[in-house]
């Protein structure tokens, strides 16, 4: 691990809808460090993507600082973002929508190098070819189009791609959830591979705690916009704080039928995120919540007996009722 | 794989036997081109039981579920097979016994719940016709009547006022709430639920499984549920089928077969979930056949870490003990081990 390559501090998107102002991502602070994977988990409109999306300024944040190697890049004007993103690079769940069909997986990894790099064409074809097999496509499979390769083939080319210009930062958006679990665990060695080759960090999206289990070294849960926890990848499996990560925990089924589960099933609607309560976003459903839970702003505070890395926002920590019982 | 799994047409509530599925249809230069989707399906499911229908993309899961219910478009054709429901053969009726089984005796739940309702009709208003559909007689308060208890039964708040929602206004999880309520509203006897709970959050995911489950264990009612996720399979299901290009390759009830896989397929597939995976090993690759032309014998021997020249002609079935089967060559020599 060296020094920061990404500090990003108070990052809040809103998006003006007809129905009112969404809060997708609310007052997210973290660093990355090289080499380092963050695991980023939460579920559908808990604003994990469009964080990942901010990182890269895909999309412009509301408020919040974003300093990427050192450089303050949240309000870069677009031409000096387009020039960064040869070392910020992203991986996208779908790897079919991400490729321009009417190009081959050559010419498509050739592309990267072409807006990014000065190589003579005759070092982008070599280079091109050596990606290709970097990441297990032969050189016959790169004379293909995207619909003459199969998913994980597809995804193959986007992590070629991304790797291609040699990036500090590589989001990865969900990059295995369309694949089957034998294809799965190809491309889950091929990222740990280049994580430990290319020294790059990364902001790992899933929904799948099993995924990110093998690979995060820490993993901050999101829940309505707000990071609700944020720990070491084996202190948060071992000992969620947060009620949400506990009963995301419970709810992750392992594909072997002794193992126990401790169950603990929400009930209770998800607050809409145009009309977020003013106190913890997870009270309406939490099975531990006190009146003032659902008034009280919370932060990310240290989580009492743990790792001072391990911090939790949740009002019950200060009288250990935080855990679910049962 | 022509011989029939281990249940018989008596006391299996649903009895597939040997169901072939190709996807008949003339290329660009108009010779018949045979895609062979489903290569001799069998399994069996006793009344009461919980079925996981599994495997990966492509394996035809799905398009058994189609081929059962008589669902199948042009160019799919069933060229073969059995399918047992109630002692009657589901692919030899006519369309409208087929029609009077489909909504009553037999409920499906699909994959996108969303696309699955009719957008101009109110949640209530296509409860009541569906229950009238298969009952003319019933009134339509009677009708409505029991649309509010059973989407008070499927955990519907509020279920009167709920009658009057829009299918747009639900969530993902109250409309698959809602198609599960429609599944059962004429009490069947089967469930077919396909991928129920993909793309689903795994919170509201353990609500539905555990509310199919449930659901299916107080009406005694016997479910096959589609799905790629083990941990489903493990946890919600009594029986799991493994499907790998078109055929079923392995059978029996969890505990054995998460414990001694037999088909080296299966073994794969439970090795590549998260929890058993260790990044960076040996691991077995390549595509599924292609079913324009598939080769003799076993379908999984161009891929299978353990083929043998043997694997080129028909694998048998091998019964293993607690009633389960795989279709491998090596099955009984290896299940012992």
Known sequence: ?326 | MTAPHGGDTLTALLDVRDLHTHFIARDLDNKVRTARALNGVSFSLAPGRILGLVGETGAGKSLTALSVLGLLKPPARIVGGQAFFEGRDLLALPPDELNALRGSRIGLVVQSPKTSLDPLARIGAQLVRLQRAHRPALSAAEAEARAVEILASVGIPDPQRRLRAWPHELSGGMAQRVLIAMALVNEPALLIADEPTTGLDVTVQAQILDLLRAMALARGIGAVIITHDLGVVAHYCDEAAVMFAGQVVEQGPVGPLFARPAHPYTRGLIAATPERLTLRAQRPTGSPPNLYALPEGCLYRDRCPIAEARCATPPPLVALPEGHVASCHFASTDAAA
Not at chain 1, 13 to 42: H, Q, Y
Not at chain 1, 140 to 169: F, H, N
Not at chain 1, 297 to 311: F, K
């Open chain 1, 1 to 326: 691990m060296s020094a920061p390559i990404l500090q990003v501090t108070g990052l809040a998107k809103r998006f003006p809808t007809p129905g009112g102002v969404v809060n997708a991502v609310n007052d997210v602070s973290f660093t990355l460090s090289g080499g380092e994977t963050l695991g980023l988990v939460g579920e559908s409109g808990s604003g994990k993507s469009t964080l990942g999306r901010c990182v890269l300024r895909l999309v412009a944040p509301s408020a919040g600082r974003i300093v990427f190697a050192g450089q303050d890049i949240t309000t870069a004007p677009e031409s000096r973002c387009r020039a960064l993103r040869g070392s910020m690079q992203m991986v996208f769940q779908d790897p079919w929508a991400a490729l321009n069909p009417r190009m081959t997986a050559r010419d498509l990894i050739e592309e990267m190098l072409l807006l990014h790099t000065r190589l003579s064409r005759a070092e982008r074809r070599d280079e091109a070819e050596r990606l290709g097999l970097r990441v297990r496509l032969p050189s016959a499979m790169l004379d293909r189009y995207p619909g003459e390769l199969s998913g994980g083939q597809q995804q193959r080319v986007c992590i070629a791609r991304a790797i291609a210009t040699k990036p500090a930062l590589i989001v990865l958006d969900e990059p295995t959830s369309s694949l089957d679990l034998s294809v799965r665990a190809g491309i889950l060695d091929l990222l740990a591979e280049l994580k430990e080759e290319t020294g790059a960090a990364m902001l790992f999206i899933t929904h799948d705690l099993g995924t990110l289990r093998l690979m995060a070294d820490r993993v901050m849960v999101m829940y309505l916009g707000r990071v609700v926890e944020q720990a070491p990848a084996a202190e948060i499996y071992e000992r969620p704080a947060h009620p949400y990560t506990q009963a995301l925990m419970s709810a992750h089924l392992p594909a072997d039928p002794t193992a126990k589960l401790a169950r603990h099933v929400l009930t209770g609607e998800i607050p809409s995120p145009i009309n977020l309560p003013p106190g913890c976003a997870f009270a309406s459903r939490c099975p531990v919540a006190l009146p003032n839970c659902r008034e009280r702003a919370t932060n990310l505070e240290a989580v009492p007996g743990a790792q001072a890395t391990h911090r939790a926002a949740c009002l019950r920590l200060a009288d250990g009722g935080n855990r679910i019982p049962g």
